[in-house]
Structure formats: C-alpha cells, structure tokens
C-alpha cells in the first residue's frame, strides 16, 4: 500500500521516489564559437561570460548548495552573480521574497517558474534550484545540478582567483576513482536521504535507509585514514558530501527518518564535516535557518502541521575537529 507522494509524478507504484530528470542541459563553455551577448552556438554552447549569468539557488537545497560552495572556493563571486530564492515553496515554487518589492533584482521575476516557462513554454515539471539563468534574455541556461559545478572547475577558468584549489583529480586513474565515488555518494547518500525521506512504502524506505547507512559506514571507513576522501586535498565530491551531511541532523534524521545515529555520533565522519565547515567557502555557505524552514515548512505530506523544530544545537559546528594531526 502507498501513501500521499510529495511528488506524484516521481512516485513509482512501489513506493520509490523516482527524481525527475533535468530538462535544462544547456552548457557555458570557454570552447563556445558564439560571441559576447550572443546565445547558444551551433552546439549549444553559451559563451562564458562575467557578470551576464545569474545562479539562482535555495540556501536550504543541498544540490544549489554545492554550486554556492564551488563558485566560491574558485573565486568566482564576481563572475557570476548569485540569487537567493525564499527558503518557503508553495504550489507555485521558489519565489524571490527576500528582495525588494518581492522580485529579483537582475531578472525581475517573482517566480523561478518564470524563467523556466519563458525558457519552455509546455514545461510541465518541478521548477528548481540550482539554476543558471541568463540575464539578457531571462533564459533558464542549466538546471543541471550535476554538471553546474564541474562547469565552474573547468570551463571559467579565466576567471579562477590565482589560488583556487583544483577540484577535479587530473590524473585519469583518480579521476575515475572521484568519479565512481560521486556516484556512489549521489545514489545512496545524496539523493539516498530523499529516497528514504519522500518513500510512500515500507519496504521502499527500509532500502534506502539500509544503503544510506551502509555507505556512510563505508566513508567513514575510508575517512580514519585520509583526512579528505581523495587524499590530503578537497575535491568535487568533498563538496558533494558535506551539502547532505551538514543538513543531517538538522533535517534528514528527523524529517526524512534517517535515525539509525545522528552525524554527531558518528566520531569521524562528525570531524570530517566540521573540518570542511571550517574551511573558507563552506561554513559561511550554511544557513540552518533556511534548511529547516524549507524542509519542514514546504514538504506538507510529510509534516502537515508545518511546526518547525527548535534543535537541534548547532555550536558544535566550530568546535576543534582534530583532523589536521
Ligand atoms: N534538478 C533536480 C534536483 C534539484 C532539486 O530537486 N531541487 C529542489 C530543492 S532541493 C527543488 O528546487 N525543488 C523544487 C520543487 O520541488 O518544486 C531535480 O529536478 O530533481
């Protein structure tokens, strides 16, 4: 038997959440033939550009949220302009509320929904974040979480401050190595803690709740020897990590009923989190006040009476972490 779906649509009868694909794959790239102001080339590719691209992201989203990490630690604030919906959704979707008169001040919309519908006119799903929108024709580029912050590492390099870290190994070996890692933490941490959150059945949360803490127990295995997960260097999927893992506690135990332990009771994987929290570009990034303002105030299946918990204390956060020893 299956219960009311957050999303109808990506609720398969076995009572998995099935995501939806990204239907915006639109790529800016520095081997784009189209000139400055220009849109997409015969291979539809955007010009890179500074200050034409506007990233619209939730501080509560964790997928928005490495973008929001990745765009800083390179050092491209200024290339790339950043927008910041209401952590509140309602049927109509992100909304620019926390600006003035309600509407973006670069896009001048008050919906994403708007951009996304002026960008394809029969879009018929969720309209999210994160989202690169260009700010001379309000097109929606890339809703494309993935590839956004791989964009940024590879592609806006011009732009890169002088001491930006290298966030994708360049060695093909340990390359492939990240690779596999990131999808391994993509299937059963990232989106695994949705799985088990918006799960309609019993049996379809039971699985995703056994994956999900079957492969932290396997990170935080493979974190006892090597301070970051591809060695002494933060990559990509450091990155990718810590967006779920600092939400844990804070939503995905309760909310989502990821409660076999918090993340604080996990010794290394706690370290780990708190080392990245705080390293420049992560801790600043995290608004907890938005994460659960939107989770429990937006997924009404989920907790219809919309209360949003006090806890739990987030001090801990800044606490030594021990993991430069
Ligand atoms: N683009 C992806 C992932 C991004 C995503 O799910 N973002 C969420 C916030 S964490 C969102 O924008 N949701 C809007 C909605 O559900 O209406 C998807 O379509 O599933």
């Known amino acids: ?11 398969a009868p076995s009572g998995e959440f099935v995501r939806q694909p990204n239907r915006f794959n639109g790529r800016i790239s520095a081997s784009s033939r189209s000139g400055p102001g220009d849109g997409p080339d015969a291979d539809g590719l955007w010009p890179v550009e500074p200050g034409r691209y506007r990233l619209v992201v939730s501080l509560a989203c964790p997928w928005a949220h490495r973008s929001v990490i990745v765009r800083r630690l390179l050092g491209l604030e200024d290339a790339i302009s950043l927008a910041v919906v209401d952590p509140i959704r309602d049927e109509r979707g992100w909304r ?70 290298d966030l994708l190994p360049s060695e093909p070996s340990v390359r492939a190595e990240h690779d596999a890692l990131v999808e391994d933490i993509f299937r059963d941490v990232n989106n695994g803690v949705y799985r088990a959150g918006f799960a309609t059945s019993q049996g379809a949360y039971e699985q995703a709740y056994a994956q999900l803490f079957d492969r932290l127990d396997a990170l935080s ?105």
């Open 221 to 325: 295995d493979r974190l006892r020897t090597r301070r970051f997960l591809m060695g002494d260097a933060i990559t990509e999927v450091d990155v990718r990590l810590f967006t779920t893992l600092v939400r844990f506690d804070a939503v995905y135990h309760g909310h989502f009923k990821c409660n076999r332990n918090k993340l604080t009771e996990d010794p290394v994987l706690w370290a780990y989190a708190r080392d990245l929290y705080q390293t420049a570009g992560f801790g600043e990034t995290v608004d907890f006040d938005h994460i659960k303002r939107h989770y429990y105030a937006t997924h009404d299946t989920i907790n219809p009476t919309l209360v949003v918990p006090l806890g739990p204390d987030t001090s801990g956060w800044t606490t030594p972490h021990g993991r430069d020893s």
């Open 1 to 11: 038997m299956t219960h009311r779906a957050p999303f109808v649509a990506e609720s």
């Open 96 to 165: 620019f509320w926390l600006d003035e008169d309600h509407h973006d001040a670069l896009l001048g919309i008050e919906f994403l929904s708007e951009a996304y519908l002026r960008t394809d006119p029969a879009f018929t799903g969720r309209f999210t974040v994160p989202a690169i929108v260009d700010t001379r024709t309000g097109l929606v580029v890339t809703n494309d979480y993935p590839q956004i912050t791989l964009d940024l590492s590879t592609e806006w390099t011009a732009f890169h401050a002088p001491d930006a870290p």
